[in-house]
């Protein structure tokens, strides 16, 4: 059974960082991803990046790209979002995701399979 359980998140200054932890537990396949979504305020659940575990890739929205990292452990049982330079519009609830196949990543929201619970980024002055 998987089960993602969020850390971090709160209020941050424009220009500041904060780091997202998901501890991930229950994945006894080798074709998964992990995700991160977020859903700002009125707005749809959107992908903020994507790690595909076949070829060990990670992908950033273009939104995010130079700014988000996304990073884990050695067997990724705990992943993270590195978020650096943030903006107002990176206000959201951030969430992590895991999909059971390795194309998952191409369907966004539609592809994954179990979500975490969300956790609340503010970035405001």
Known sequence: RFSCRRLG??????????????????????DYVIAWFRQAPGKGREKVSCFINKDGTTQLEDSVKGRFTFSG???????????NDLKAEDTAVYYCAAGVYSDSCRWGIDGMDYWGKGTLVTVSS
């Not at 452990?73 to 978020?83: C, E, S």
């Open 9 to 30: 998140g709160g209020l941050v200054q424009p220009g500041g960082s904060l780091r997202l932890s998901c501890v991930v537990s229950g994945i006894t396949i080798e």
């Open 73 to 83: 452990d050695n067997a990724m049982k705990t992943v993270y979002l590195q978020m």
